[in-house]
């Protein structure tokens, strides 16, 4: 259906899709061989939630995000794949990670897949940051080394704001 829409990626494990709809580490994986095996190109976000950040979870929960949502996958078949951080904390609430905050853990998941499906995966696998990006902070987010880009959610609703984060 996504295919004869005309798209070419599809967003899985959206974290609306897992706080309403209950969806799973598990369903994320399936959908995932589903998108791959329809060449659509996956774009799996991971995140956490304020609790999980302020008890120092957040790479733990990563860990097990990425563990079982790419579990049985080798790095030629996950070639395509592209991750996208959103820091559940920061979705709607007016708190912001720092580029540091942002950095650091696209850094740590580029290492992740580093160790899981070696450095030609880690290098050529696009990381997008997708916690409130807005006009304000994009600047410096594309500054660091392992943002790749951005997943815009409510900023992309306002026609002027997502042209000054498109053309930044």
């Not at 079982?68 to 609430?93: C, D, H, K, N």
């Not at 942002?102 to 499906?117: P, S």
């Not at 594309?142 to 930044?168: Q, Y």
Request: glycine share 10%; net charge neutral; with cysteine.
């Amino acid at each position: 259906m996504l295919l004869s829409a005309g798209c070419s990626h599809v967003i899985l494990g959206h974290s609306e899709r897992r706080q309403y709809f209950g969806e799973t580490d598990a369903a994320i994986c399936k959908k995932i061989a589903s998108a791959l095996k329809h060449q659509l190109v996956p774009v799996l976000c991971i995140g956490e939630t304020d609790q999980e950040r302020t008890e120092n979870k957040t790479f733990s929960v990563l860990d097990k995000q990425l563990e079982m949502g790419l579990v049985g996958f080798s790095a030629a078949a996950l070639r395509t794949l592209v991750l996208a951080y959103e820091p559940v904390w920061a979705i709607g609430t007016g708190k912001t990670a720092t580029d540091d905050q942002a950095q650091e853990v696209h850094r740590y998941l580029r290492g992740w897949i580093e160790k899981k499906f070696g450095d030609a995966l880690a290098k050529s696998i696009r990381i997008l940051y997708g916690g409130s990006v807005k006009p304000e902070n994009i600047s410096g987010l594309m500054t660091m080394p392992d943002i790749d880009g951005a997943l815009v959610g409510g900023a992309s609703l306002k026609p002027d704001a997502f042209a000054r984060i498109v053309c930044f």
